[in-house]
């Protein structure tokens, strides 16, 4: 069971194995997988910081391009990609665009049977 506490506001992460390590210390980790340049990044940039400012998920974002296997284990088709870890395993994917917060959290929410509590009460 993690035991670090969880930020308030996303972490960047360089390699996979930051992802593997960020993933590790926490029960509930949101990896945001952009690319800079990106428009749908940039706009989901501030959706991701809100979920890691008003919840107990861990979140973070990661740019491929400085590690390029990232792409391949991950299944990283399209930009941006959330990577949804519960418990240390990958557990759901969102990659559609550009999300708002409320589809944000009922993403995670949907994929959470423990650990609601990391959840505003909203989505709970």
Do not use: W
């Not at 980790?29 to 991701?48: F, H, K, N, Q």
């Not at 759901?92 to 423990?114: I, K, P, S, T, W």
């Amino acid at each position: 069971m993690a035991s670090t506490e969880t930020p308030e506001k996303p972490v960047e992460l360089d390699t996979g194995a930051d992802i593997e390590a960020f993933v590790a210390e926490h029960d509930v980790a949101l990896v945001d997988v952009y690319r800079t340049g990106c428009a749908l990044c940039a706009a989901i940039e501030p959706i991701v910081g809100a979920v890691a400012k008003a919840s107990d998920v861990a979140v973070a974002t990661c740019n491929p391009q400085t590690d390029l296997s990232i792409i391949d284990d991950y299944d990283v088709r399209s930009v941006p990609t959330l990577l949804l870890f519960v418990d240390g395993e990958l557990v759901g994917r969102l990659a559609e665009g550009f999300q708002g917060v409320d589809a944000v959290f009922e993403f995670v929410a949907d994929h959470l049977d423990g650990h609601r509590d990391v959840l505003p009460a909203e989505y709970r």
